[in-house]
């Protein structure tokens, strides 16, 4: 078990289901708005969220660390195959989440965030390539679900990804086998 402080952005599905995923791993963690702290700039000169610092002062940023730490230092011995048990596992785990932190969530903030029409149509077509893509992977059936035949934590993050589709009014109906996972994942107690 761990114990800290998990600096988040509350707004950002980057941070927002980090704290639950503590918890599932049985970490006992404080979690801060990261503005609210005026040293957190001090402490991560960065300014980047998410941000763990442990109680020993050991740091950890970027989603994926932050992750990955959290995992490998549950003393519950069933939480440490949440990132995949086998080496394929792990290594499809990692691909996942590279994938929907990078690619995926670059293609929405184009269309979220964008003022100009041309870059918010490029983000619909990237969107669009890339839904196709998952869509097209999970058909294929060679797991359940996106690196395993059981919920990891990429499929918590991609989940929370995708509940963020609706508020910018993106229709995903038409990727059958998407709507199929995204109905899977979200009876995982970590979806709630």
């Known amino acids: 078990m761990v114990s800290g402080t998990l600096y988040v952005m509350s707004v950002s599905p980057r941070s927002s289901w980090l704290p639950a995923l503590a918890k599932f791993c049985g970490h006992e963690i404080k979690v801060v708005e990261h503005k609210d702290d ?15 610092i442990a109680d020993d002062g050991e740091k950890v940023t ?47 903030v184009k269309i979220a965030f964008s003022n100009d029409e041309n870059t918010k149509a490029e983000g619909r ?48 109906s038409e990727y059958k086998n998407l709507v199929k996972y995204i109905d899977a994942v979200k009876s995982h107690e970590l979806a709630a």
């Open 38 to 52: 005026p040293n957190f700039k001090s402490i991560f000169p960065l300014g980047k969220t998410p941000a763990f």
């Open 62 to 108: 970027e989603m994926l660390a932050v992750v990955e730490y959290f995992i490998i230092n549950s003393s519950d011995e069933t939480k440490a195959g949440f990132a995949g048990k086998t080496n394929k596992e792990k290594v499809q785990h990692l691909r996942w989440m590279s994938f929907i932190n990078s690619d995926f969530i670059t293609s929405l």
């Open 125 to 172: 077509t990237l969107f669009a390539n890339q839904a196709s893509y998952i869509n097209d992977i999970l058909a294929e059936g060679k797991t359940t679900f996106l690196a395993a035949d059981r919920v990891l934590a990429v499929d918590i993050f991609a989940y929370k990804i995708f509940q963020s589709l609706a508020h910018l009014g993106i229709d995903i």
